[in-house]
């Protein structure tokens, strides 16, 4: 069974400074994807980031990327220059590449970003 | 576009009350899951429709909870009786299959 876990229920980071949300998951499949999601308080989940479990590469996208740890089992979230407008729920999440693609998510991090 | 829209936006209902929560997807998406986030937790899968056919049911907690999508086009999950413990936000989302999943506003029910 696949199970995601973050371990950081609160962050807070200083606006244009950078933070690090972690996750760490388990799956015994060798392909699979992994999220990075942003719900804020009006509920709407927003991607931010994804990452193919194939992929070496990290993704990137503008200020959001990731460190990708396969043998691991990590999947870190890195926020560069952090705003106001980052300040949310993150949930990170993954989904096998075969079958439902149903999404398994984890407990989210509450990000505060300080003036 | 317009994305996903999920009706009612809040729901308040008495225990015991049945309940409807209506999806509408983005057009020409044929994969639609419908997820519970209770508070303070990640949302947590409950059922996942290919086409018409509910391809996986596996999350619905009990009995009481039912899904269907007609057409393949809109969903409603159905809720019978309900308990105070039902009270969460339902999370509609949708895509192609394989793809990823577009989420919509959700619907916030209270069961007091």
């Known amino acids: 069974a696949q199970t995601v876990t973050q371990s950081q229920p609160e962050m807070s980071v200083q606006e244009a400074e950078t933070v690090t949300l972690s996750c760490t998951y388990d799956?015994?499949?060798?392909?699979?994807?992994l999220f990075w999601y942003k719900q804020p308080p009006s509920r709407q989940m927003i991607l931010v980031i994804r990452?193919?479990?194939?992929?070496?590469q990290n993704a990137t996208e503008n200020r959001f990327s990731v460190n990708f740890q396969k043998a691991a089992k990590s999947f870190s979230l890195k926020i560069s220059d952090s705003q106001l407008g980052d300040a949310a729920m993150y949930f990170c999440?993954?989904?096998?590449?075969?079958?439902?693609?149903?999404?398994?998510f984890g407990t989210g991090t509450r990000l505060k970003v300080l003036a | 576009g317009a994305g996903v829209s999920q009706t009612p936006s809040n729901k308040v209902t008495e225990k015991g009350k049945y309940v409807e929560l209506r999806c509408d997807p983005i057009?020409?998406?044929?994969?639609l899951y419908w997820y519970r986030q209770s508070l303070g937790q990640g949302p947590e899968f409950l059922i996942y429709?290919?086409?018409?056919?509910?391809?996986?049911d596996s999350g619905l907690p009990n009995d009481r909870f039912f899904a269907v999508r007609p057409e393949g086009s809109v969903s409603t999950l159905k809720i019978q009786r309900t308990e105070r413990g039902d009270s969460a936000v339902y999370l509609c989302a949708t895509g192609s299959k394989g793809g990823e999943q577009f989420f919509g506003p959700g619907t916030r029910l209270t069961v007091l």
């Open positions: 057009s020409g998406h044929t994969a």
């Open positions: 999440a993954s989904t096998l590449t075969s079958g439902t693609y149903k999404y398994i």
């Open positions: 799956t015994s499949e060798s392909d699979y994807y």
């Open positions: 990452q193919e479990a194939y992929k070496q």
């Open positions: 429709f290919q086409g018409t056919g509910a391809a996986d």
